[in-house]
């Protein structure tokens, strides 16, 4: 069973997790499944002394999380390992606590490491194409049940429609702002 299943299955809520909101912020091509892969080959070559290619001053901050991380995962191996040897089916207290302080470590090592390889969506940013989704959803709704549009031309990305709904959003946010 892989890390992340261990977690889900031992803390099946979200909230009992480490938060992973920030990846709303990530470039769209940044989120893909091998990106944990490419995280912890970050995080083993950080912690061995290498450097981002031109992200010097970002590894040098990175580093003691990396070498934390691995640190440990390590012990978390050698925990695991044990329990394996005397019943597989029970995770201790001491595991559990372990798992979670992993996941923890991992997801700040996804945030800042991320944060230094591509440039990530400023909070504002972020707020911005939100309110800009939200606006553009409640002018499609407001020209359907006004008969300006169909719901058969918005379910079938109406060419008409994906170049109406941005001067629509100007014109009613104008009028009614």
């Known amino acids: 069973m892989k890390y992340g299943e261990m977690l889900v299955a031992l803390y099946p809520r979200d ?3 480490a938060c992973r909101d920030f990846r709303v912020k990530f470039p769209d091509e940044i989120i893909h499944d091998s990106l944990p892969g490419q995280l912890w080959f970050g995080a083993e070559c950080l ?4 450097n981002i290619i031109d992200h010097e001053y970002e590894s040098d901050l990175i580093r003691p999380l990396a070498k934390d991380l691995t640190r440990h995962l390590d ?3 050698d925990m695991l390992k044990d329990q394996s040897l005397r019943d597989p089916s029970i995770y201790t207290d001491h595991i559990k606590d372990s798992l979670l302080k992993f996941d923890h470590l991992f997801s700040e090592f996804e945030f800042r490491y991320v944060s230094a390889m591509v440039p990530v969506k400023t909070v ?5 194409q939100q309110d800009v989704a939200v606006l553009f959803s409640e002018v499609l709704e407001m020209a359907v049940r006004r008969g300006l549009l169909t719901r058969d031309q918005v379910d079938y990305c109406d060419p008409i429609v994906m170049i109406v709904i941005p001067r629509l959003a100007i014109v009613w946010s104008v009028l009614c702002l």
């Open 75 to 77: 012990s978390l191996r």
């Open 47 to 50: 912690a061995a002394g290498s």
């Open 15 to 17: 909230s009992d997790r």
């Open 124 to 128: 504002l940013e972020h707020d911005a």
